[in-house]
């Protein structure tokens, strides 16, 4: 549909029991569970992705778990254990939108950051806007920040795929996405190059 900016499109092939639990203790829908699929779609304006969302509906027997729109960036999130089913609404939103894959935007990681030995100090502070599990004192902290934000949900679910670190938050909607993550220095290193190599993989056109 013209004049509907596709920003980020991508699949969850497989929902991570944290990110799963995650998404549930943050969403207002139909809440996912561990191994279902799911689909993450940010669009712009943000108010369109109440057309997206209608579309893959009407279409599919898929399940709403999130739908937040803000003025610029719509983000929502569909989920359901036939992975079919998840592809078939990715594909009806594509369809509505006259666009392909291809024309989402490539994603950039716009920061890192690893800190190593957290104080205890900062782990209270980190821990009273988390949603997920807690930083403990000694622990070593990840943060990304990545752009266009909705590709931060993937970001975290490939982190817990790779390694057995704590999911902190995820923040998938707005100008930017952020993962907090906590674990073991090792376990988080292996954790940030799965998460890097997933987002460069992904390909896309250049943001406007």
Known sequence: ???IDLRCFTYLDVLQPQVASFIATVAQGYLPTEGQAALIV???PGMDVNL???VALKKTQVQPGMLIVERLF???ELHSFDQGEVRAAGKAILDFL?????QRVKPKIRTTQVITGVDAHHT??????RHGQFLLKGETLYVLEVEPAGYAMIAANEAEKAAPINVLEVIAFGAFGRVFLAGTEADIHEAACAVESAIGAIEGRAGK
């Open 1 to 3: 549909m013209a004049g």
């Open 42 to 44: 940010e669009v712009m």
């Open 52 to 54: 997206a969302l209608d």
């Open 74 to 76: 719509g983000f929502l």
């Open 98 to 102: 006259g666009t392909q894959e291809s």
């Open 124 to 129: 209270m502070l980190i821990n009273r806007t």
